[in-house]
């Protein structure tokens, strides 16, 4: 018994290139595989047949090749069509049951939609799905009913000649309809793009060339440069103090002051009452955007302030740079040597008060210990008048020397007495005025011991005259020594008051310029063009990037 040979069942996926329809190549060899399954059915049910040879009258034919029925064409046809349809896995599947739910013989799931299409059969309807479901289910019955596909011998179809699905001519037009299709695409985009780009970026740089160009009202910068120095006095040759003495570093707080005091509302103040800086740019010939509105407040005013008046500091060389913009020549450097003027009187005022500190208390000091000096050696004279000594201390050895002078006196009568006394016949008159001197001596040195150490008659000893001299003295010494270290003192204070001392030179004095400064017509509108763009490329790539989050 010979076996019918059967052509292969492929099991077919959904993927990108059946969504879009089966190739030339895959279609080709679909036929191929199935002219080869008719070939062998053809041979076996020649091999099974009676041999023509062996009959007599049976005619000889000869067979060459075999051409595919217009059904054949027709289903493959119908099949490439459903391909393009992009069918996902889960309808294919449902078409597939549902075929073998009518008893369908089906070699593939494309083939199992266009047999049940033939048939009236919407595969994909609700109601076609809900049949789907056997009857013992759907009324709660366990029992369930499956069909299986059964085996089908194919027919022999009669030979046709077979039909190509597309031509290459048919193919080429559609190649060039994508390709015009996407040509205008782009030319679309470029032009949406070009103008999105003539609207937000061309347009207003062409409005602000125009105003920098024609509407612009021309303004005189007058430019000067002045740096604030200090005192170069040291009062000592080494020491880490005066390492950045004479450098910007010096003085880098006092030009910083200076620089917030010139950008200030109270320098604009003071430059208005003075010149009147808001009058200046309230006249009618300014144009809108640069003139300042009659009825202005001080805060447009300082707006406007500090956009004309621009004060930089170098740090590195310690100079400050001034600009000062203004509608004439005249004006801008009238404004400029007005401001050079407030910056110079503020740095006086910068260091004014902890000079006059410094100085005040040191000379209090040295005028307490004047007048202290003073006070002791008025005692020490009131005490040299009252006791009537001018020197206790000469006095004292005046008194000493009288002292020792009387004793050595007293020795000689007292050594004469007892020559006298050895005498066996003494001279009586001699022995008795030689023992009076001695009594006068001795109570002439006793009267000055006495009057040096214990006071009589109302007058005060001469220990004491002289201890309250002595104290006096050296009161008087004391108040002298911290004299000296008050004036050492006050003459430290001076040094130290002539360094905190700051003066400020202008380097570039103002002069009024002959040309007018600004507006910038080209290098503002190429900034202008430069903000715009960057400001049109952040919106337009937050927006696509928006876009992708949203669509993802």
Do not use: C
């Amino acid at each position: 018994m010979t076996t019918k040979a059967k052509a292969r069942k492929y099991r077919l996926r959904r993927s990108d290139a059946l969504a879009e329809g089966v190739s030339a190549d895959g279609v080709a060899r679909a036929r191929a595989a199935i002219q080869a399954a008719r070939s062998a059915s053809q041979a076996s049910e020649a091999d099974a047949a009676p041999n023509p040879a062996n009959s007599a009258d049976a005619p000889a034919e000869a067979r060459s090749g075999e051409i595919s029925t217009p059904q054949d064409v027709a289903s493959e046809t119908d099949i490439a069509a459903i391909r393009r349809e992009g069918l996902t896995g889960r309808q294919l599947r449902l078409a597939r049951r549902m075929a073998q739910k009518h008893g369908l013989a089906v070699t593939s799931d494309f083939d199992a939609v266009r047999q049940l299409r033939a048939r009236g059969i919407d595969p994909f309807e609700r109601a076609a799905m809900l049949e789907l479901v056997p009857t013992e289910a759907r009324t709660g019955t366990s029992e369930a009913n499956y069909q299986l596909p059964q085996t089908v011998e194919p027919t022999k179809p009669p030979a046709l000649p077979e039909v190509p699905l597309s031509l290459p001519e048919d193919r080429a037009g559609e190649i060039y309809r994508i390709q015009q299709d996407i040509a205008r695409r782009r030319r679309r985009n470029t032009m949406a793009l070009f103008a999105r780009l003539a609207v937000f970026v061309f347009l207003p740089t062409l409005l602000a060339g125009w105003y920098y160009a024609v509407m612009a009202t021309p303004m005189y910068a007058t430019k000067s440069e002045f740096v604030i120095q200090q005192a170069d006095i040291s009062a000592s040759p080494g020491g880490l103090g005066n390492l950045f003495r004479g450098t910007g570093l010096a003085v880098q707080q006092d030009s910083t002051t200076v620089q917030s005091y010139l950008q200030s509302r109270d320098a604009m103040l003071r430059l208005d009452a003075d010149l009147g800086f808001k009058a200046h740019f309230q006249q009618d010939w300014i144009d809108p955007i640069q003139r300042l509105d009659p009825d202005a407040t001080n805060e447009a005013a300082y707006k406007l302030y500090t956009r004309n008046v621009q004060v930089g500091f170098d740090p590195t060389e310690g100079i400050l740079k001034m600009e000062v913009i203004a509608a004439d020549p005249q004006t801008s450097q009238a404004f400029a040597e007005a401001l050079i003027g407030y910056a110079e009187e503020q740095v006086d005022q910068l260091t004014q008060r902890l000079r006059e500190d410094q100085m005040s208390g040191a000379l209090q000091s040295y005028e307490s210990a004047e007048q202290k000096v003073a006070d002791a050696q008025d005692r020490v004279l009131a005490l040299q008048e009252e006791l009537g000594v001018l020197d206790p201390v000469s006095e004292t050895g005046s008194m000493m020397q009288q002292i020792t002078t009387f004793e050595v006196q007293l020795s000689e009568k007292k050594l004469m007495l007892e020559q006298l006394l050895s005498n066996p016949r003494p001279n009586e008159a001699r022995v008795a005025g030689t023992s009076g001197d001695v009594a006068r001596l001795e109570a002439l040195i006793e009267d000055l011991r006495g009057s040096m150490t214990e006071s009589g008659t109302g007058k005060a000893s001469l220990a004491r005259i002289s201890g309250q001299l002595r104290i006096a003295e050296a009161d008087m010494t004391t108040r002298q020594l911290l004299l000296q270290q008050a004036a050492t003192q006050l003459e430290m204070a001076r040094i130290e008051a002539n360094r905190q001392v700051r003066y400020m030179a202008v380097g570039v004095r103002p002069v009024a310029p002959d040309e007018p400064t600004y507006p910038r017509a080209f290098e503002n509108t190429l900034l202008a063009f430069a903000i715009f763009a960057g400001i049109y490329l952040m919106v337009s790539l937050t927006a696509s990037v928006l876009r992708e989050q949203i669509s993802a």
